[in-house]
Nanobody, 121 residues
Framework: QVQLVESGGGLVQAGGSLRLSCAAS????????MGWYRQAPGKQRELVAA???????NYADFVKGRFTISRDNAKNTVYMQMSSLKPEDTAVYYC???????????????WGQGTQVTVSS
């Protein structure tokens, strides 16, 4: 059983910062990539940032220069430092990871339960 557990969401004023964490646990052979999506009310879920085990990152244009994604491979944990937050960043943020559980299995996507980030103006 694989689980992704997120932490770090909350309420912050515009211009402030938050750090999200997501730890994967369970039977894990390979975990690559890891990242974050978000979903605002009435909108589709969208990719925010992703990172490979080798450290290659990918950011959505709307967070470039403000958010930084990183990971600790030994801990199967991904982080996202969010700075210069704007009210339009308000959303539920979901951790995701593509995980292979055994040498013979195929990778599949796993999702966290989501953490609310609210940015007040």
């Amino acid at each position: 059983q694989v689980q992704l557990v997120e932490s770090g969401g909350g309420l912050v004023q515009a211009g402030g910062s938050l750090r999200l964490s997501c730890a994967a646990s369970g039977r894990i052979f390979v975990i690559d990539p890891m990242g974050w999506y978000r979903q605002a009310p009435g909108k589709q879920r969208e990719l925010v940032a992703a990172i490979t085990s080798g450290g290659t990152t990918n950011y959505a244009d709307f967070v470039k220069g403000r958010f930084t994604i990183s990971r600790d491979n030994a801990k199967n944990t991904v982080y996202m430092q969010m700075s210069s937050l704007k009210p339009e960043d308000t959303a539920v943020y979901y951790c995701y990871a593509e995980i292979t559980t055994t040498r013979m299995s195929t990778p599949r996507d796993y999702w966290g339960q989501g953490t609310q980030v609210t940015v007040s103006s």
